[in-house]
Nanobody, 121 residues
């Protein structure tokens, strides 16, 4: 069973910083591209950032220069460092992973349960 567990969300003041973590677990699988998405109240889920196993990154325009995605392949963990947070960043942040089964080579998409980030004074 493949599982993604996020942590690090919470309440932060405008201009502040937070670091999200997503720990992936599973047997006989390879975690390929991993990423973060977010969903604000009343809005659709949107891409925040992705990172390939080799370290290539992609960011939404709205977070470029403020957020940094990174990963530790040895720990199967992906991080999202968020700086200069504003109220517009308030959302539930979801971890996502493209997972390859090493048994039958099937590709699966797995989501975490989400962690709430609230930016407010």
């Amino acid at each position: 069973q493949v599982q993604l567990v996020e942590s690090g969300g919470g309440l932060v003041q405008p201009g502040g910083s937070l670091r999200l973590s997503c720990a992936a677990s599973g047997s006989s699988v390879s975690f390929n591209t991993m990423g973060w998405y977010r969903q604000a109240p009343g809005k659709q889920r949107e891409l925040v950032a992705t990172i390939t196993r080799g370290g290539a990154t992609n960011y939404a325009d709205s977070v470029k220069g403020r957020f940094t995605i990174s990963r530790d392949n040895a720990k199967n963990t992906v991080y999202l460092e968020m700086n200069s947070l504003g109220p517009e960043d308030t959302a539930v942040y979801y971890c996502n992973a493209a997972v390859r089964s090493l048994l039958d080579l099937r590709l699966l998409e797995v989501w975490g349960q989400g962690t709430l980030v609230t930016v407010s004074s």
